[in-house]
């Protein structure tokens, strides 16, 4: 579901503070088993919040922490759980998956922030149609996948705030 589109200021501020930070991200976990087989194996991640919710780049990627303080403050949802940056390399793929095989996920809502959509990038996410620019609350539970045909890197933002008790 969209929430809203980026302005174009944001947009660019997002993608130059991307473009600064490329030796940020990393593999996605560290764990032996998920490196062979977790969903997000083949692309790189920069984690802004973890699962064991430390916070890391404080002084890094203003443009999007602004945003998502704005979308918690409009939904009074204030407390944030994991908080990720993916970037998806030319020739890689998100495997079909649902994130709904642990309790964490019953406990938040998803959200996307989509920029720009290479010709290439193939999305499937049953039920939902994504657009460029846009922040969206991604239904994390119905099945999804990215191949990336394209000659470009492709980057989600997914952050996810905890519903309210």
Known sequence: ML???LT?????????????NLHLFGHHSSSADYLKAGALREGSTVWLIDEAKVIYHQDKFQIIRKIMKEISDSYNFPNFGRVYI????????????TDSNRPYYNLINRYHIYLDIPQGLEILHAGYTIEEDSIMLFN??????????S???????????????
Do not use: C, S
């Open 3 to 5: 929430i809203r589109k």
């Open 151 to 165: 000659n470009q890197n492709a980057f989600f933002i997914v952050f996810d705030l905890y519903k309210a008790q």
């Open 86 to 97: 993916h970037r998806l390399a030319p020739g890689n793929a998100i495997p079909i998956h």
């Open 8 to 20: 174009p200021d944001e947009k660019k501020d997002i993608i130059i503070e991307l473009n600064e």
């Open 140 to 149: 994390h539970k119905g099945f999804h996948k990215y191949t990336n045909k």
